[in-house]
């Protein structure tokens, strides 16, 4: 029974991967986009080692999680297993765990103050890595949540860049659960192009479809792909 169950949960995943994948293809077609210009980051954040292996073998390469330490007890392992992984940070750091997240992560979309700024330029200087970065745009202008406010998204940008030698990549936002995402993702893009950047991260497993109508490089898809938590 644990086998045949256990082959259910590959079969499952894959399905819903394949699923995800078709769907962001359909709204690149809709939206007149290259098709394969939305990175699908999988969110294999609060699964363990046995229920992410199955997206691995189905091919896929690119996740993200929302803890470092959480992280560290699964992706060393995984990555030594697995060639080609890229591992995204897509939740809150903090500045004592910059080292550490330099060191698992290729990718961190949550730079949102100075301070970070400041541990990551350190910390890649000193283990001679480079990491891609997206700053945070808190374009709800929610108190409870991270993210730099819109109308100084441009101005922290040039700081990671003039004060602290980042090379920023794109921006990032997770729009308030209960509005209209579509309104959000237009304004990450408009800051965007007053940043003089090009990569946008939004979109998730609700809305990611509209993400990419709006341009988003890069969605974040759990539920849709492991299943509910």
């Given at each position: ?165 980042l090379t920023v990549s794109g921006l990032m936002c997770i729009p308030p659960f209960d509005e209209n995402p579509g309104p959000h993702f237009a304004l990450l893009r408009k800051l965007a192009k007053q940043a003089n950047v090009e990569e946008l991260s939004m979109g998730m497993s609700a809305d990611f479809e509209t ?19």
């Amino acid at each position: 029974m644990e086998r045949k169950k256990g082959k259910m949960d590959r079969l499952e995943s894959s399905q819903r991967l394949n699923a995800v994948l078709s769907r962001i293809a359909g709204a690149e077609n809709l939206a007149k986009r290259e098709l394969g210009s939305t990175d699908l980051i999988a969110v294999s954040k609060t699964f363990d080692v046995e229920h992410i292996r199955p997206v691995l073998d189905a091919g896929h390469r690119i996740f993200g999680e929302n803890r470092v330490q959480e992280s560290q007890g699964k992706w060393p392992r995984l990555k030594q297993e697995y060639d080609g992984v890229e591992l995204h940070l897509i939740g809150p750091l903090q500045s004592n765990k910059a080292a550490d997240a330099v060191a698992l992560f290729d990718v961190i979309h949550t730079i949102d103050r100075e301070k970070i700024a400041k541990a990551i330029a350190a910390e890649m200087q000193a283990q001679n890595k480079s990491v891609k970065l997206f700053v945070q745009v808190n374009t709800g202008e929610e108190e409870q949540k991270a993210g730099v406010a819109p109308q100084d998204a441009a101005d922290f940008v040039e700081c990671c860049s003039g004060v602290h030698g980042l090379t920023v990549s794109g921006l990032m936002c997770i729009p308030p659960f209960d509005e209209n995402p579509g309104p959000h993702f237009a304004l990450l893009r408009k800051l965007a192009k007053q940043a003089n950047v090009e990569e946008l991260s939004m979109g998730m497993s609700a809305d990611f479809e509209t993400a990419i109508e709006f341009g988003s490089t890069h969605v974040r898809v759990g539920s849709a792909i492991f299943g509910a938590r």
